[in-house]
């Protein structure tokens, strides 16, 4: 079957992140190799229904595996958004290819780009290899994704940096970390950074317990600044909603506006700002502080886009390429409907519907205990 491929299309969907142009570029290598055109696709699928391509010649592209975002541009744009009928709507854009001059596609994306390219393959056979991309690592058919650990050193190094500042005017930081529903980003970068707490949406948080008791308990055992990371998902359990805040109620959560996905855009409730709102709330907090003379103040950091930006680091550019060469590999041995994945140390091939799945922290996770211990040990073994 490979020999009928001449020519393979490059799409890339989705936010960015740093490894993209590792993956095309690993891409590339393999096709020049094997005497394989390769053609991009600009911005996504919104590019691939306008016939927007760009002829991708390796000569013109040295090292392309260390430029941080997508020569190709990328959008979030869902073929499949508000349709009648799926199955019409895959035999439409199967044809797609012909027009594009196209023998097969690989698809660089999240959930929502290799949903569309696992629908075209399940439902119009169409020739088509993903590669998994999502900055959050939450996409169950691999243990990594590229661009999470540059993600994780940016956050991380913010964070630190924040330290010297918090420390400087005795602050409490309030650092809001992206990753939708899933944790990863803010546990990996907030456990590197040594945040003093870390809020995930794998664990519904209880403002009382696990951020008020706490920072009551370090300003008593000593410590004059605080830094506290959130996902943008997190939120707080029902019961604490109702006790606790003064600020949001549980109608805010539920009128939260959706992206073009129907995902929440977790984003919009600024649960950073919403924290800081309510200990600026409370008298009982400031007095703690003020019994151990340190003035109580405290500010919100969002990290939003700036986590997605620059070079990728070794590790993402390595993994970029191994995946851009495991799914140029698939497409010469004709394993179409499957996506390229990182298993251990391995390269591996799961289904796009398996590899799509999502997956989050879950409650055995040795980084669930070190998050606790993190917390619990620093002011415990201070206490005289």
Known sequence: MGNQIK?????????????????IYGIMLKAYDASIECVGILKGWKGFLKNQTIPLDIAEHDDLHTVGGTILYTSRTNPFREVSSKEERAKELAKKFEELGIDALIAIGGDDTLGVADNLYKLANAKVVGVPKTIDNDLAGTHYTFGFWSAVQLASNTIDNLTTTAHSHQRVFVVEIMGR???FLTMYSGISAGADIILIPETPFDLERD???VLKKRVNAGYKYHILVTSEGAYPSLESLNQDFKTISKENIEKLPKDTFGNPLLSTLKISQIIVDELNLRDDLKEEFQKNDVDFECRSVVLGHTMRAGTPNSFDRILGLRFGLAAMKLVLEGTFGNMVSLQGNKIKTVPLSEGVKKKYITPENDKMELRDLLVKIRYLSKQK
Do not use: M, Q, R, Y
Not at 10 to 23: A, E, H, Q
């Open 181 to 183: 529903d899933a944790g």
């Open 211 to 213: 951020v008020i008791e």
């Open 7 to 23: 020519k393979v299309g490059i799409l890339t969907g989705g936010g960015d992140c740093p490894g993209l142009n590792s993956v």
